[in-house]
């Protein structure tokens, strides 16, 4: 018995829909270490699908795990880790492919690293800093992304690791639309002209789209203000007024509708700040090694400096709003119109691009140009330092910045401890606390380690919270449940991201605070 | 099933229970054997057997909880196996409270969850009482605004309007939507309530009628329109019914015959289920998130081993991950949460004149109120056996049925109207009768 696909992914396909789903089935994900933090992120990940997961872990199923994984219980005692964590992953998809190494992620990282390659991903959980450090620079090398998660008693960290990510389907929450407005385009202006504001109709009058007002009316201001449109909160304010004098009744939605969207006729012309940088990239001077992105990249400048004077193909879609049917279905004929016209440009510079760099011009699709298209104000580029230019070189302002903060204090503590606490176990070979006798002066070590750390970075020791330390060395390393299955969730949602090429994933190390629960991202 | 002695088993959550610490609360006591008391003596519900609720079952097992209740009306569906991880394709039909304890339980040795498979409203009051912490795993506002009347319903307050600490029920509430979700904690009397700030929750946006009737624009007043119009017009008296894929089938025929005629594009039949059910997107790592959240605020609530959320998280992964807490406040003069409704009687007032005063009082508005007192059916409306049992009281004094006191506190659950909608609601009210002097602790009150 098997259930229909689109059925049982119903709730996510709504989210990423069929080509973020397909991309979940064609990715390969490792995981290094199946404690409860990996086998919580991988256990997300089998649900919803993905293509294949490998488990790495040379241990042995020991009494603690039953306490804290939920994968393994009494039977599995003695036994590999790995393969049983496998197995009841197995249970909840059989549509996903479940493979396991028996062996030591430390020592695989030594001995083979060349096994990462064949992966997308990797998820490495519950290592330390000098395995981490080799990790990264293997997966550099291969293109292969890397994410990192730890649970530590009430803290842990989640950190993303790729050269570059890039992302067309950022799919942002609140995003103005793309109406144009201020710099209507001649079939808009000949809609809007096609309409009377003064009919008698009181049904038409109250069901004229607001975009035909506001165009209506932005050009009737324009023209007595020598070609410029509302700037000024005073002019603002008389704009909306002009628009409240055309209202027949107090009641008509559809000036509401204007007058809360009249800010629209006002808004910069050209292109945000963040898509200029995109453009301005050193990337966008494209060869024939370059990714597909930064060859629409370079196609959407020529566009911007070129067909689109300045602002980038139109979106095509409008909200909706109060209208007769008639008038908005046009409406949004106009507007699609002049995007396909738009993109048909931009995917003839695609094409002449491809042929100068010397790749076959039809590499790039159409479907894949048009979303491009649809997209273009909302691309965003993630890049992300190596770990350990990180640790050799973090951002020491976005430390100090959140180190005398309040609520914030106490998440720069727990990464500089996090980082402590390695250098601990290097130093020990043990990680501080494990002895119930030796906590105290595990307390005084440990604080030495982070307090020269701050010092290394410049930064002042006596920052770091004394009750902090103390949590460090009573945690001793725990790996709660609830905390792993916390940053286990986290990650398997970046991975989700990651793969599916869709919204902004994680853009810093994430530090989780188990105590107050003010987590805080750093960019470092 | 009987816990096997495993030595070492609960390592790592003994190290948070059995150790001191600096940023505890101030009842912490630290010992071996916290863990073991807390399995032992704390009793624990979870409302909701989904997408939060199988979460929220494995982590308390994990975090040492071991008497704990689930209660869930639903059965499970195909659509919940993409997240929903205690259920297989074979359970399809089964309840969710049901066989989601009984996977834990197998899992989990010498932990006890008793499922409960039914509405929320049907339990006793009783019921409610028995648990030291309640966890909520829901996805409707009319479920959480529930509990939290019960849960607020058993705060008793002292002369001077201070929560009583040992009525205090404390709730911990998880929602999410997408990449997106929350986690709070309730300590009612002393952190706002789910009704303080059900501004939170802006309810769901309706369609005009005019515009599904006249002017259609988007395939969703298509859809609507099929569904809220054409079905009645088509189908006189017989009630459309969501689950029925013959009614969906037909609603989503009829929305794209009227696309077609307004020039319409986008009506599929996904969108369909989508409008009709008010589909929330739901996936697997928020749910995760939310619920360890969660879980992890139970354990420091009834441990202490460290401070607790205060009193409002929410995680945003849409667009970079964003963690943020807020601290908000409590309105004293909450209808729920608060001291109670006063309402002021002569000691003369029936029962029955009680209950018809509550439909008119305009802080109330209550119709069909069932009546109880500290725990005791002064009247039930409802089932029948109670309804008889109780209905001799009605022609009593309220007065005498308080015990002659002067004033005292009740509960009455029944009807009201909140924008447009019929639902059942508890509340709890003040009654304080007129002419009669206050005992020697009621001095100072008003
Ligand atoms: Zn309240």
Redesign the pocket.
């Known amino acids: 018995m098997a259930a229909e696909p689109k059925t049982k992914y119903d709730r996510q396909l709504r989210i990423w829909g069929e080509q973020g789903q397909s991309a979940l089935e064609n990715a390969s994900i490792c995981l290094l270490n199946c404690g409860p933090t990996g086998s919580e992120a991988l256990k997300n990940l089998v649900l919803g699908g993905i293509g294949s997961i490998t488990v790495v872990d040379g241990a042995k199923v020991e009494a603690y795990d039953l306490g804290n994984n939920f994968l393994l219980d009494e039977g599995c005692l003695g036994q590999s880790r790995a393969k049983n964590v496998c197995s009841f992953l197995q249970e909840l998809n059989d549509a996903v492919k479940v493979k396991f190494v028996e062996e030591s992620p430390v020592a695989l990282i030594d001995t083979n690293p060349s096994f990462f390659s064949q992966f997308t991903l990797v998820i490495a959980t519950q290592m330390l800093e000098s395995s981490l450090l080799k990790l990264d620079l293997i997966c550099r090398k291969s293109n292969v992304i890397l994410v990192v998660a730890r649970s530590y008693g009430l803290t842990g960290l989640v950190r993303i690791s790729v050269k570059e990510h890039d992302v067309v389907e950022s799919k942002p929450d609140h995003f103005l639309d793309d109406l144009r407005l201020h710099n209507p385009w001649p079939e808009l202006k000949e809609f809007a002209a096609s309409i009377d504001l003064n009919e008698k109709d009181p049904v038409v009058h109250k069901h004229t789209p607001y975009i035909v007002i506001l165009v209506t009316l932005a050009e009737k201001w324009a023209s007595s203000h020598k070609g410029c449109l509302p700037a000024t909160r005073q002019e603002k304010k008389e704009f909306k007024d002009l628009i409240k004098g055309h209202m027949l009744n107090i009641d008509e939605e559809n000036y509401q509708e204007a007058m809360d969207s009249a800010f629209k006729v006002s808004v910069t012309r050209g292109i945000s700040p963040e898509l200029h940088q995109i453009i301005e990239d050193s990337a966008v001077n494209v060869n024939s090694t370059s990714s597909d992105f930064w060859v629409l990249v370079a196609a959407l400048k020529e566009f911007i400096n070129k067909e689109g004077g300045g602002e980038p193909p139109l979106e095509g879609s409008i909200p909706d709003m109060t209208s007769l049917t008639e008038y908005y279905v046009n409406l949004q004929k106009i507007y699609q119109a002049k995007a396909e016209k738009d993109c048909n440009e931009i995917e003839r510079y695609v094409r002449e691009i491809l042929k100068r760099i010397g790749r076959d011009t039809d590499s790039i699709p159409k479907s894949v140009i048009k979303t491009f298209c649809r997209n273009s104000r909302k691309l965003k580029v993630c890049r992300y330092r190596t770990i350990e230019e990180e640790i050799t070189s973090p951002s020491i302002s976005e430390l100090q910045k959140y180190a005398t903060d309040e609520d914030y204090c106490f998440s720069v503590g727990f990464y500089i401890l996090l980082r402590a606490v390695d250098r601990f176990a290097n130093n020990y070979n043990r990680l501080p606390g494990v002895f119930d006798s030796e906590i105290e002066e595990d307390v005084s070590r440990l604080k030495a380690i982070a307090v020269s750390i701050l010092n290394d970075l410049g930064l002042n020791g006596s920052s770091l919270p004394e009750d902090l330390v103390h949590e460090m060395c009573r945690y001793a390393g725990a790996e709660i449940h609830a905390v792993a299955a916390f940053i286990g969730g986290v990650a398997s949602q970046e991975v989700i991201k990651l793969v599916t090429k869709q919204f902004v994933p994680l853009t810093g190390t994430l530090i989780f605070n188990g105590i107050d629960h003010k987590s805080q991202v750093f960019v470092l | 099933m009987a816990e096997v002695a495993t030595e070492g088993r609960w390592k790592d959550v003994d190290r948070l229970l059995s150790r001191h610490g600096n940023l505890v609360s101030a009842e912490f006591d630290p010992r071996p054997n916290l863990r073991e008391d807390i399995g032992e003596y704390v009793k624990v519900l979870v409302v909701g057997a989904g997408g939060l609720g199988c979460e929220l079952l494995k982590d308390l097992a994990l975090s040492g909880f071991k008497n704990i209740d689930v209660i869930d009306m639903d059965t499970i569906e195909v659509s919940n196996l993409n997240r929903q991880f205690l259920f297989r394709l074979q359970d399809v039909g089964k309840s969710k409270a049901e066989v989601a304890a009984k996977r834990v339980m197998e899992r989990v040795s010498g932990v006890n969850i008793v499922p409960h498979f039914g509405r929320i409203e049907d339990k006793e009051l009783d019921f409610y009482s028995n648990f030291d912490i309640i966890v909520l795993g829901l996805d409707s506002i009319e479920a959480r605004s529930y509990i939290?009347s019960v849960a607020?319903g058993f705060l008793e307050y002292d002369a001077d309007d201070n929560a009583l600490l040992e009525t205090v029920k404390p709730m911990v509430d998880g929602g999410t939507e997408g990449f997106k979700g929350h986690a709070r904690v309730i300590m009612?009397g002393t952190t706002?309530?789910?009704?303080?700030n059900i501004w939170l929750f802006p309810p769901q946006v309706k369609f005009p009628l005019c515009t599904l009737a006249e002017t259609p624009r988007t395939p969703a007043h298509c859809i609507e329109y099929a569904h809220l119009i054409k079905w009645d017009e088509a189908h006189s008296g017989k009630a459309f019914d969501a689950d029925n894929p013959d009614h969906m089938l037909w609603v989503y025929k009829e929305a794209l015959k009227r696309a077609e005629l307004f020039g319409i594009s986008g009506v599929t039949y996904s969108l369909t289920q989508g409008v009709v059910k008010n589909i929330i997107p739901a996936i697997a790592s928020t749910n995760a998130i939310v619920s360890a959240a969660c879980a992890l605020e139970a354990l420091k609530i009834v441990s202490g081993c460290s401070k607790t959320l205060s009193n409002y998280m929410t995680y945003n992964g849409q667009e970079g991950t964003h963690i943020k807490v807020t601290d908000f406040f409590?309105?004293t003069d909450?209808?729920?949460?608060?001291p109670g409704t006063l309402i002021e009687i002569e000691p003369s007032v029936t029962l029955a004149e009680f209950i018809e005063k509550l439909e008119k009082h305009p802080d109330v508005l209550m119709s069909k109120a069932s009546v109880t007192h500290r725990g005791n059916n002064l009247y039930m409306q409802a089932p029948p056996v109670l309804e008889e049992m109780t209905r001799s009281n009605l022609n009593l004094a309220l007065y005498d049925l308080l015990g002659k006191v002067a004033k005292d506190t009740v509960h009455v659950s029944g009807m009201t109207e909140k924008n447009g909608k019929r639902s059942s609601s508890l509340r709890k009210l003040r009654v304080s009768f007129k002419g009669v002097s206050a005992g020697p602790t009621d001095m100072d009150t008003r």
Do not use: I, K, Q
């Open positions: 939290n607020c009612p706002p309530c789910f009704e303080c409590r309105e909450c209808l729920v949460c608060g």
